[in-house]
């Protein structure tokens, strides 16, 4: 049994859903984000990280191919924080520097930073789980991708649209900053689709891990015998 594998996977699979549940409800009743936004990004961010440390502890517990999709969600994290960095960076530089001109490409290179950050946290997902599924959970993978791609482009657009108020906004009243970014977050309830196949994907993953199922079989087939763990690195 692979426990904390088994974790890893329950904890991403919450945090799916209660991303989902939550921007469902905001669709729904037509809430503004506020609050619930800063709360959402940071179950995101907290089921992300709890997730990625279980993953790492359990990734002996499986074979050679999980061995190796752990890395490459090593890397995929790191590319992720390495975008945000690059969306946020030059927003605060110029934000905080008024006598610096602000330049015409900044616009686009946040606009392009912040939506290839949230694209590529989805990606984070798909590497983590996409060798622990079947074709069904593959397909719906690849459906919770092709979701979220037209809302990422949008938010992104959105982002870029705005540079020059939100830069104003910082340099002459920051506390205003929040109220102008709240229309462009409520974008992301959106997502809802995403994350609730996500957390589909997610609950196929952990039933078959827990019913031995290796990566490569066919969708219910027999368990097949559990490879021996790589050597550690």
């Known amino acids: 049994m692979p426990p904390n594998l088994r974790l890893a996977l329950s904890i991403f699979t919450i945090g799916f859903a209660i991303e989902a549940g939550v921007n469902a409800y905001d669709l729904i009743v037509g809430s503004s984000k506020g609050t619930t936004g800063e709360i959402l990004f940071l179950i995101g961010v907290v089921a992300t990280l709890l997730g990625?440390?279980?993953?790492?502890?359990?990734?002996?517990?499986?074979?050679?191919?999980?061995?190796?999709?752990?890395?490459?969600?090593?890397?995929?994290?790191?590319?992720?924080?390495?975008?945000?960095?690059?969306?946020?960076?030059?927003?605060a530089y110029?934000?905080?520097?008024?006598?610096?001109?602000?330049?015409?490409?900044?616009?686009?290179?946040?606009?392009?930073?912040?939506?290839?950050?949230?694209?590529?946290?989805?990606?984070?997902?798909?590497?983590?789980?996409?060798?622990?599924?079947?074709?069904?959970?593959?397909?719906?993978?690849?459906?919770?991708?092709?979701?979220?791609?037209?809302?990422?482009?949008?938010?992104?657009?959105?982002?870029?649209?705005?540079?020059?108020?939100y830069l104003a906004t910082v340099r002459s009243s920051p506390t205003k900053l929040a109220a102008l970014v709240e229309p462009v977050a409520s974008y992301l309830s959106y997502m809802f689709l995403a994350y609730a196949l996500f957390a589909v994907a997610f609950i196929n993953a952990h039933a078959r891990v827990a019913r031995g199922l290796d990566p490569s079989a066919s969708e219910g087939g027999p368990p097949a015998a559990k490879a021996s763990p790589p050597r550690p690195t």
Do not use: D, M
């Not at 440390?53 to 390495?82: D, K, M, P, Q, S």
């Not at 694209?119 to 997902?125: E, R």
């Open 52 to 91: 990625i440390l279980f993953l790492t502890l359990g990734r002996h517990e499986w074979n050679e191919l999980h061995h190796a999709r752990v890395r490459h969600a090593h890397l995929t994290f790191l590319t992720v924080i390495l975008l945000a960095v690059a969306a946020a960076g030059p927003v």
């Open 94 to 165: 110029y934000a905080y520097n008024s006598s610096v001109a602000i330049p015409s490409w900044l616009a686009y290179e946040v606009g392009a930073a912040v939506a290839a950050s949230l694209f590529f946290s989805f990606i984070l997902y798909a590497v983590i789980v996409y060798h622990l599924l079947g074709r069904l959970g593959r397909g719906i993978l690849v459906a919770a991708l092709v979701a979220a791609v037209p809302v990422v482009a949008f938010v992104g657009n959105l982002i870029a649209g705005h540079i020059p108020t």
